[in-house]
């Protein structure tokens, strides 16, 4: 069983919907993420958040805003998506070592499957 | 610029032969990390093995092996004896910190489907 847990598994919105994806990790990990995966693509990093503050946002648009409320949850909150935002949303954590988080190893959720309509 | 190249997009293989998946890298950085990860039907990427450019020792585990030449700039993976249960897509990444911060590289990731 994943340690990392994301929710919904899947979700189909409308574009003028507001909605959030939720992700939980009890390993006590300092650092987390959200992936985007369209389908036959490797996951590309949209937020990295470390000790509970953003730490890289790779110009993800204003329409995705992530939030982490505590060291153990991480949110994405969508508003206004567009069809083309349609993926595979993966939350991942990992530790927060010498260099940095993505020096080390992440574990990854089972990710939540996104449609937008 | 850093970059990861698996050139194999799909591999089919009938189970129980041995099968090598490639990865290619390019960095400048001196000190790196190179990871391997497993995406099956379910979703989540499952971390395999972290390897340190410091650290060319070959590593087993069970089934698994990894072969790290940083002459080549390669790090390769062997499934020996495959199961139906490696069908997968697996990914290479490497992390370096050229731009002042760690981030993953994803390579383009290799299917394995392994036929019974």
């Known amino acids: 069983d994943t340690e990392v847990t994301q929710t919904p598994k899947h979700l189909v919105m409308g574009m003028t919907n507001k909605k959030s994806l939720k992700c939980e990790q009890h390993?006590?990990?300092?650092?987390m993420y959200w992936y985007k995966q369209k389908a036959k693509k490797p996951p590309e990093l949209m937020f990295v958040y470390s000790y509970e503050k953003l730490s890289i946002n790779e110009s993800v648009p204003s329409r995705f805003s992530p939030e982490c409320p505590n060291s153990s949850l991480l949110n994405l909150h969508l508003h206004a998506l567009q069809p083309e935002d349609s993926a595979l949303y993966l939350c991942?954590?990992?530790?927060?070592?010498?260099?940095?988080?993505?020096?080390?190893?992440?574990?990854f959720g089972q990710g939540t499957r996104l449609t937008v309509v | 610029a850093q970059k990861v190249t698996q050139a194999q997009t799909e591999i089919s293989v009938v189970e129980k032969e041995d099968v090598t998946l490639d990865c290619v890298y390019e960095?400048?950085?001196?000190?790196?990390?190179l990871f391997w990860y497993k995406q099956p039907p379910s979703g989540e990427l499952v971390f395999l093995i972290r390897r340190n450019s410091f650290d060319e020792q070959n590593e087993i585990s069970g089934r698994y092996s990894w072969n790290f030449q940083k002459s080549t700039s390669s790090f390769n993976f062997t499934i020996t004896a495959s199961q139906v249960v490696d069908s997968a897509v697996y990914f290479c990444?490497?992390?370096?910190?050229?731009?002042?911060?760690?981030?993953?590289?994803f390579g383009t990731g290799t299917r394995l489907k392994v036929l019974a």
């Open positions: 390993m006590g990990h300092r650092a």
């Open positions: 960095t400048r950085d001196t000190t790196y990390y």
């Open positions: 990444a490497l992390s370096g910190d050229t731009s002042g911060t760690y981030k993953y590289i």
């Open positions: 991942a954590s990992s530790q927060d070592r010498k260099g940095g988080p993505m020096a080390t190893e992440a574990f």
